[in-house]
């Protein structure tokens, strides 16, 4: 099973397909709370609790392709959420995928579907996450290979210590468009 996950300011989004990987649909809606992170914890429990082997975190990145705010802040929860997992002692990567007008597209969807813009708002983060991850097993499936961004989590030793075991330190490390990123 695969997750999608869409970051807002206030919400977080949680899609998940089936075990073929050919049919998103809608989990939960998360509150986010940046201070305390028990969104993520909560998402931590899905990913467990659905024995996901993948994880799609929307990348929302401007129409020219350029990176904005919103960008920076899913990388962020992306990193956050791979050094979650990697605390919890779960192996599932997690990728960046790009999520171009899929919040235009969950609207779209909603109102279609007979939705006043007052009842998106319980429903447009789970849609959103919907169309991340159909976007994701279905240009995985056509093109028969991984596709995103990896977020992967790295783990460095201070090198004034090297013997000494509490020197270690993790550092999440975001590789993508052929250049590195250390948080």
Do not use: W
């Amino acid at each position: 099973m695969k997750i999608g996950v869409d970051v807002g300011m206030v919400r977080v989004g949680v899609a998940a397909c089936d075990r073929d990987g050919l049919i998103a649909t809608p989990v939960c809606t998360l509150n986010r709370d940046s201070r305390k992170n028990r969104d993520l914890r909560l998402l931590l429990r899905n990913i467990e609790d659905l024995s996901a082997v993948e994880v799609f975190v929307g990348l929302p990145r401007n129409l020219s392709g350029t990176e904005s705010a919103s960008t920076a802040m899913a990388r962020d929860y992306a990193a956050a959420l791979v050094e979650a997992l990697s605390g919890a002692g779960l192996d599932v990567p997690v990728r960046l995928i790009d999520e171009r007008l899929s919040s235009v597209s969950a609207h779209r969807s909603l109102r279609q579907a007979g939705l006043n813009s007052r009842e998106h708002r319980k429903v447009v983060d789970q849609v959103a996450a919907v169309e991340i991850l159909q976007h994701a097993i279905d240009t995985q499936r056509s093109l028969e290979r991984d596709v995103g961004e990896p977020v992967v989590q790295h783990r460095r030793r201070n090198l004034d210590h090297p013997s000494s075991a509490s020197s270690e330190e993790s550092e999440i490390t975001q590789t993508y468009s052929g250049r590195k990123e250390e948080q």
